[in-house]
């Protein structure tokens, strides 16, 4: 019905650098890519939402929840 649903939490504790996620990449369980993304803060209409989309080198960014529509 157009509608992805992640229930499993997702984590890289490996970030190589510090900045600001512009963009994200969606792969299936065997690491294979599905699609990339636009990726912005809460609200801001991005493809992809985060609640902070600034990182550090060495920090995690881990999604416990998400809900991918396609329009």
């Given amino acids: 019905n157009g ?9 890289d504790s490996n970030l190589p650098d510090s900045g600001t996620i512009i ?6 369980g065997n690491e294979a890519w599905i699609a990339d993304l636009d990726v912005g803060a809460e609200g801001s209409g ?3 939402e985060l609640a902070g ?6 920090g ?3 999604i416990t929840a998400a809900v991918l529509t396609l329009a």
């Avoid at 989309?53 to 060495?58: E, L, P, R, S, T």
């Fill in 53 to 58: 989309v600034i990182v550090y080198q060495g």
């Fill in 46 to 48: 991005a493809a992809l």
């Fill in 60 to 62: 995690i960014v881990r």
């Fill in 23 to 28: 963009w994200g990449r969606l792969m299936d």
């Fill in 3 to 11: 509608i992805l649903t992640l229930a499993t939490p997702i984590e």
